[in-house]
């Protein structure tokens, strides 16, 4: 099933150009990266793909990256000097660049990046408008589109798992609007994500994420993109 936009979608986001798709949308990806690595990271290896891959540079995808890594929005006018603010911020950073890679939608985007031990690796999509789709994390496939409410496991595949979950959820009342999940292999590590339309409360996140199954929760609450 195709994936639907608004017209207000289209009109797209206030934003530093010259376009949503090649500044605004890849803003948007580096920023949900920077929060499921859950600091300000160290390193990071962009990798662009196809449409990306030929013109990051000239449409300024590489500040833009780079600016939603050190957690700059949309509408920042900061970002035209992002590579000044990520020395400063002592962020390195390298790009590569992919031109023909059929697995991959033409404006995607590879971010693997590190602060001390942790490392995590994201792969978003640019849908115009402004709009942003991630589709792995860690190498797990998913698709959120971080404009709601986000919550993201880590955790040994167990039977019942998914819906203790949710059952847990269920007690805040708390509405679940998409869920993808993904795992290496039967009663291997699975990762499950959940947009929701309301928040989770402080003790419902720590009941979940003190369950001795559960490996990693990231909680994106309010992304503000």
């Known amino acids: 099933m195709s994936e ?32 499921v690595l859950g600091t300000s990271p160290q390193k990071a290896q ?15 995808s590489d500040r833009a990256v780079v600016a939603g890594l050190l957690d700059m929005k949309t509408d920042d006018a900061r970002i035209r000097e992002a590579f000044v603010h990520a020395e400063k911020a002592k962020l390195a950073y390298e790009f590569r660049a992919i031109a023909n890679d059929s697995t991959q939608h033409p404006n995607s985007v590879r971010i693997k990046m590190s602060a001390g031990d942790r490392q995590v690796e994201v792969l978003g999509i640019s849908r115009g408008g402004g709009l942003i789709a ?25 039977p019942g798992s998914i819906a203790f979950i949710t059952d847990v959820i269920s007690q805040d009342e708390c509405n679940i609007a998409t869920m993808t999940v993904d ?7 699975a990762k499950l994500v959940l947009e929701m339309d309301s928040r989770l409360r402080p003790i419902t ?14 909680y994106i609450p309010d992304i503000d993109l």
């Open 4 to 35: 639907r936009s608004s017209i207000f979608d289209m009109i797209g986001p206030i934003m530093i150009g010259p376009s949503s798709s090649h500044t605004a949308g890849v803003v948007r990806i580096g920023r949900v990266a920077r929060r």
């Open 46 to 60: 962009v990798t662009f793909y196809n449409s990306f891959a030929h013109t990051y540079e000239g449409h300024g």
């Open 134 to 158: 991630i589709r792995e994390l860690d190498k797990f496939a998913c698709n959120f589109s971080a404009q709601a409410k986000t919550i993201i496991f880590t955790a040994q595949d167990k």
């Open 183 to 189: 795992r290496k292999g039967k009663h291997d590590i």
């Open 205 to 218: 996140l720590d009941y979940l994420s003190q369950l001795p199954w559960v490996k990693e929760v990231c």
